[in-house]
């Protein structure tokens, strides 16, 4: 590790969000665990100092990547949803950008690993859930407004929402954990299948006779 006395002075104008940014490249070599205050602060070229006036802890930097890898998270799905063009039948629309969201969840997952598993970090996820950045909106924004999408569609009673809310993400999530963790030997036709296979069954659930 350079030694702090050779660390050059840091001129950059926005030394939080640099440090974020080297929080987010070692999430992505790591995970949560790989998260080192010191370690940001060598490779943003500051004294360790200079990043305590920004972080206090390292569980602050911490929430701070969460936080971005959530509004990662919600991007990668909003991309999705604008991958899947109008037919101009609205519940098949619907359902379409719902299956789409499912889908960019767990492919975020396995596309950035080390994000992923900071975003829910237990230590993490509750403070970066609660504050995510201005402006951005959180994976749970975006699921929320398919799911209304359904009901104004007239697919999902208005009733229905919370259940709906947690049957999508439970299904989704605990996917991407299994193909993160006992199901990783798998192929990637074999890992499309069972994405496709999940997002039908989350249908059949939420859809009754739809899907």
Same mark, same amino acid.
């Given at each position: =590790?350079?030694?702090?006395?050779? $660390? /050059? ?10 440090? $974020?940014?080297?929080? $987010? ?12 205050? +010191? ?25 701070? $990547? ?8 919600? /991007?990668? =799905? %909003?991309?999705? @949803? ?8 609205? %519940? ?6 719902? &299956?789409?969201?499912? *889908? ?12 992923? %598993?900071?975003?829910?970090?237990? +230590? ?7 504050? @995510? ?6 994976? %749970? ?23 709906? +809310? =947690? ?21 990637? +036709? #074999?890992? *499309?299948?069972?994405? #496709? ?12 006779? &739809?899907?």
């Amino acid at each position: =590790m350079t030694p702090a006395t050779s $660390v /050059k002075p840091y001129h950059h104008g926005d030394l939080r969000n640099a440090l $974020v940014e080297a929080g $987010v490249e070692l999430a992505r070599e790591g995970g949560p665990a790989a998260i080192v205050l +010191r370690e940001a602060a060598r490779r943003v070229g500051v004294s360790p100092n200079a990043a305590y006036r920004h972080f206090d802890s390292l569980p602050a930097l911490v929430t701070a $990547v969460a936080q971005r890898a959530l509004t990662d998270l919600a /991007k990668a =799905m %909003q991309t999705e @949803i604008r991958r899947c063009r109008p037919s101009g039948d609205e %519940q098949a629309d619907a359902w379409r950008t719902a &299956r789409a969201v499912g *889908k960019a969840y767990v492919e975020f997952a396995l596309r950035e690993q080390g994000l992923f %598993q900071t975003a829910f970090d237990r +230590r993490a996820h509750a403070a970066a859930s609660d504050h @995510i950045e201005p402006g951005a909106v959180s994976p %749970q924004d975006v699921l929320t407004e398919r799911l209304e999408a359904l009901v104004a569609a007239g697919l999902l009673p208005a009733a229905d929402m919370a259940a709906a +809310r =947690m049957l999508a993400w439970s299904s989704v999530h605990g996917l991407a954990l299994l193909l993160l963790g006992p199901l990783e030997h798998l192929s990637r +036709r #074999e890992r *499309k299948a069972m994405v #496709e296979a999940t997002l039908d069954q989350v249908g059949a659930g939420l859809l009754p006779g &739809r899907t």
